[in-house]
């Protein structure tokens, strides 16, 4: 699967449980008070396309890491192994198994030094993170 996104929205988030960051094409956020939820298209439009990876965290010492990836299409969403993340400028492509997505950063240079804070958070112990110039 080979796929193209446009992030001009990104949210980083972590807790005890992981470490989460998603990638909204939407520029901005709907206020919930205003959508119709008995309409699950007006709801599933409000949030747009989107890229989730997700880390969790063990819950003890006998488990590892657990990474995730979650597309808009869930069809394509599964366990992230083996995975590869290179930032050139305001590219950021994610390898994993056969799978490409390439997502264009059309954020603030602030949210850009954010993202490769969480990115070397997020391969720490599994995975690669790459900058090329």
């Known amino acids: 699967m080979n796929m193209k996104i446009e992030c001009k929205r990104l949210s980083i988030s972590e807790d005890d449980l992981g470490l989460q960051i998603v990638f909204y094409e ?34 003890d010492e006998f488990e590892k890491d657990y990474y995730y990836i979650e597309l808009t299409d869930f069809d394509k969403s599964g366990d992230l192994k083996a995975f590869i993340f290179t930032l050139t400028g305001k590219k950021l492509k994610i390898k994993w198994e056969k799978n490409l997505v390439e997502i264009e950063l059309n954020i603030y240079e602030k949210d850009i030094e954010d993202l490769i804070e969480a990115l070397k958070q997020f391969t720490q112990i599994d995975g690669q993170f790459l900058i090329e110039k």
């Open 26 to 59: 939407n520029e901005k956020e709907e206020d919930p008070e205003s959508l119709d939820y008995s309409n699950i298209t007006e709801v599933v439009n409000s949030i747009g396309s989107y890229l989730m990876i997700q880390r969790s965290y063990p819950e």
